[in-house]
């Protein structure tokens, strides 16, 4: 077997734009003939067309009864994007720090 997997499934996502340019958007995964949700993510930003900015997101993954929280902030420093974010895992009690640079 080469693991090939013919699966089908539906999504659904919307997307709207808030005061201060924010923008709130999300979507869901699911199969056909299944009210189940398998996969889902909402977020929301204000870098549409930005240099600096936030973003927050919860999200959970396919086949996982968890749910993550995830956010971080952009900024140019000196010349240099930066971006440190955080991603927090609640069911396990995990935090996962990341930092992005780019010259």
């Not at 709130?24 to 699911?30: C, D, N, Q």
């Not at 870098?47 to 936030?54: D, F, K, R, S, V």
């Not at 974010?85 to 720090?97: A, E, F, M, N, S």
Request: with cysteine; hydrophobic share 40%.
């Amino acid at each position: 077997s080469l693991g090939w997997n013919n699966q089908v499934t539906h999504s659904l996502g919307a997307a709207a734009t808030l005061s201060e340019g924010v923008i709130l958007s999300g979507w869901a995964t699911f199969s056909p003939g299944s009210r189940e949700v398998q996969e889902w993510w909402v977020g929301a930003t204000n870098l549409a067309g930005q240099e600096e900015g936030w973003g927050l997101c919860v999200c959970s993954p396919q086949t996982s009864a968890t749910f993550q929280l995830e956010a971080f902030v952009k900024q140019s420093i000196g010349g240099v994007q930066v971006s440190p974010g955080l991603i927090y895992l609640p069911t396990l009690d995990r935090k996962v720090l990341m930092l992005s640079a780019k010259v």
